[in-house]
């Protein structure tokens, strides 16, 4: 082969290189999202059979005394939610969603958990309301800024949107009747007004 043969074969296989890369980040994206999906379809099962396990009452609704974290909910601690749910959730893995770029997953359930959950927890999602919106991604913006750690009042009237940084401009929720819905802000606004709760407050870990 000559020199001018070699060029033209590394000319070709960077041509290629550079129409397979596109490709290969939109699948990867995609294999995230649906990671993702099956994350939250996992936490709302652990929820059920936690409740299950507690008069049918969410984490949230239930006292400490009884495993809960109800007197929790109005304060920075109510992340905790989900670390009762340990033995149900079996992995810390799946409240980490592969698209989040701030977090990263970790094995235990330790009070470093809260550095490592992809996902908010809505304290007044209750199962007697099937609609009502348990969890969710919490890429959320707000004026175009990013939504911080904290608590947030969902309202379909002065609603945040999905940024960006995850599912592009998508966002995933769990909702108490099982189902997992992949949102966008139109979406979100829909279901919210459906809830049938007088307020949806969010914390964001």
């Not at 947030?152 to 940084?165: A, G």
Request: proline share 4%; hydrophobic share 40%; with cysteine.
């Amino acid at each position: 082969m000559t020199l001018m043969d070699v060029m033209i074969i590394l000319c070709i296989i960077c041509f290629l290189g550079m129409m397979l890369i596109p490709r290969l980040n939109v699948s990867q994206k995609k294999a995230q999202k649906i990671s993702c999906t099956s994350n939250l379809k996992q936490i709302m099962l652990s929820t059920k059979v936690w409740a299950g396990d507690h008069y049918d009452k969410y984490p949230t609704q239930a006292s400490i005394t009884n495993g809960g974290t109800m007197e929790l909910m109005n304060s920075s601690e109510a992340w905790r939610a989900f670390q009762v749910m340990s033995n149900e959730l079996s992995t810390s893995y799946i409240l980490y969603c592969p698209a989040d770029k701030t977090r990263t997953r970790i094995t235990d359930f330790d009070d470093s958990l809260r550095e490592h959950i992809s996902y908010f927890v809505n304290v007044d999602a209750t199962g007697a309301a099937p609609q009502s919106i348990v969890f969710g991604d919490s890429n959320f913006e707000f004026h175009k800024t990013n939504v911080p750690a904290g608590f947030f009042n969902l309202t379909s009237n002065s609603p945040p949107q999905w940024s960006s940084t995850r599912h592009a401009n998508f966002g995933n929720i769990a909702l108490a009747d099982g189902s997992v819905q992949s949102q966008t802000d139109k979406d979100l606004i829909q279901a919210l007004t459906a809830t049938s709760l007088a307020t949806n407050r969010i914390f964001i870990p």
